[in-house]
C-alpha cells in the first residue's frame, strides 16, 4: 500500500484549503492503488515568509519514512519560503526515498528515475518558482503602488482608526464613538488602569492603550501628523478642553500643607 501524503496551501483566510485537498486526494485514489493518504494544510499570508505549522509536519513525516510520494498542487507556491526552497525540498524528499508529483503541470520526479531525468525535472521545478517568486513580487508592488496612490489621493486604505468610518474611501468622524474614546481616555489621564477606562465601552483595552501612546493628541486636541485623520477630525471643531487633571495642578492636601507652611512663616 501506497503512503501518500497530499499539501495544499493557500495564502489567506478568505481561500478554503479544502477543494485543494479534495482534488489532491481524488488524484492520489485515481493514481495508486488503495492508498493511504496523509493531509497536509497551511493557510498563510502571501506575504508571509513562514514555512508554515502543516509544512513543517510534512518535512518531519518525511523524515520519518512514513510517506513513499507527496502529491501537492503547486508546487512553484513553495517559492515563496526562499529562492533555494524548491530545490532544498525536492533534494529532501528523495533523500528520505520520497517521489513528488505536482498536480497543476503534471511533474513527477519519482526514484525510479535515472540522474538526467531527475535533473531535467528539478530544473523545469526551479525554473516554476523563479517565475511564480517574480510574478509573486510584481503583484505585491502593484498593491502597494495602490495603496501610496490611494494615500496621495487622501483616501484611506484598511481599518479606519476607533471614532471613524470610511465612506467612499474617505475617513469620516464617527461622533459618538470618537466622544466615547475620548471619554475612555480622560479616564485613563484621571488614573483609572487602562481596563477599568475600557470597561463599558466597544474600546477594546489594547486599544485604549495604543491610542493612549500613539494618538492621545487626535482625541483630546484634534490634532494629528496624518493629514487625513486631521481632515476628517475638523468635523468635530471645536473640541471642548479635555476633562483631565492640569499638570500643574496640585493635590489639595498638598496645597493645604503649603498654605500652612506659608502662613506659620509669615508668623514668626
Request: proline share 3%; aromatic share 6%; with cysteine.
Amino acid at each position: 500500500m501506497s503512503k501518500i501524503g497530499i499539501y495544499a496551501r493557500v495564502s489567506t483566510t478568505d481561500q478554503d484549503p479544502q477543494r485543494q485537498l479534495d482534488e489532491l486526494r481524488a488524484f492520489a485514489q485515481d493514481t495508486y492503488d488503495g492508498p493511504e493518504i496523509h493531509e497536509y494544510a497551511d493557510i498563510i499570508s502571501g506575504t508571509e515568509t513562514d514555512r508554515g505549522d502543516e509544512y513543517q509536519r510534512l518535512r518531519g513525516d518525511i523524515e520519518a519514512g512514513h510517506l513513499d510520494t507527496i502529491v501537492v498542487h503547486e508546487l512553484s507556491r513553495l517559492s515563496r519560503l526562499g529562492a533555494g526552497e524548491i530545490h532544498e525540498f525536492l533534494e529532501f524528499c528523495l533523500s528520505h526515498e520520497t517521489g513528488i508529483q505536482d498536480l497543476e503541470v503534471g511533474l513527477e520526479i519519482s526514484l525510479d528515475d535515472d540522474l538526467v531525468d531527475r535533473a531535467v525535472s528539478q530544473l523545469i521545478a526551479g525554473v516554476m518558482g523563479d517565475l511564480a517568486r517574480v510574478e509573486h513580487k510584481q503583484k505585491l508592488r502593484r498593491i502597494q503602488s495602490g495603496i501610496d496612490a490611494a494615500k496621495d489621493a487622501g483616501r484611506w486604505t484598511g481599518r479606519p482608526p476607533a471614532g471613524f468610518d470610511v465612506e467612499d474611501g474617505y475617513l469620516r468622524v464617527n461622533a459618538d464613538e470618537f466622544l466615547t474614546v475620548r471619554r475612555a481616555l480622560e479616564r485613563v489621564e484621571q488614573g483609572y488602569t487602562y481596563a477599568e477606562a475600557a470597561d463599558g465601552t466597544p474600546v477594546a483595552e489594547s486599544t485604549l492603550r495604543s491610542l493612549h501612546n500613539d494618538r492621545r493628541d487626535l482625541y483630546f486636541y484634534g490634532e494629528a501628523t496624518d493629514d487625513r485623520l486631521q481632515a476628517a477630525v475638523q468635523q468635530l471643531k471645536p473640541l471642548e478642553e479635555p476633562d483631565i487633571p492640569s499638570e500643574t495642578t496640585l493635590p489639595e492636601q498638598e496645597i493645604r500643607t503649603i498654605v500652612r507652611d506659608e502662613i506659620r512663616r509669615h508668623q514668626q
